[in-house]
């Protein structure tokens, strides 16, 4: 655990969140600033800055179950989502902990999360 990552703190249980999934190796929560009425983080309870920072596949099948569980228990398995790995400063990432959004119960395809 990386003492000064906010997403650390949530995945682990040192700071509190809305948690809508969880094992051993990754937790989901809402985001803070909802973009779409489903706006879920999964996150890895390890440290890594983003998808190019060797995770392991372990870890990465673990985030993909997560998406799995957390689209039937949204309701969105059927009318759809998008998931987002916002990697690097192109792209915008603020939180340099990996997480995947996980956006649904609207239509995207005018937007670009
Ligand atoms: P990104 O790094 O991909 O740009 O996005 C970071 C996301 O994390 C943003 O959508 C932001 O609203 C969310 N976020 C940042 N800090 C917190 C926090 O402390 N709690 C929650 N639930 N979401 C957060
Ligand atoms: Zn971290």
């Not at 809402?30 to 995770?55: G, Q």
Request: hydrophobic letters at 45%; glycine letters at 6%.
């Amino acid at each position: 655990m990386k003492d000064d990552c906010i997403f650390c703190k949530i995945a682990n249980h040192v700071i509190e969140s809305d948690y809508v999934y969880e094992d051993d190796l990754v937790a989901a929560f809402r985001d803070m600033s909802p973009a779409a009425p489903t706006h879920v983080l999964v996150v890895p309870k390890e440290h890594y800055a983003h998808m190019a920072d060797n995770v392991p596949g372990e870890t990465i099948a673990a985030m993909a179950h997560a998406v799995d569980e957390i689209a039937k228990a949204e309701g969105i398995q059927e009318s759809g989502f998008r998931v987002v790995a916002n990697s690097g400063p192109d792209a915008g990432q603020v939180v340099h902990h990996l997480h995947w959004h996980v956006l649904g119960g609207k239509r995207l395809v005018d937007d670009f999360a």
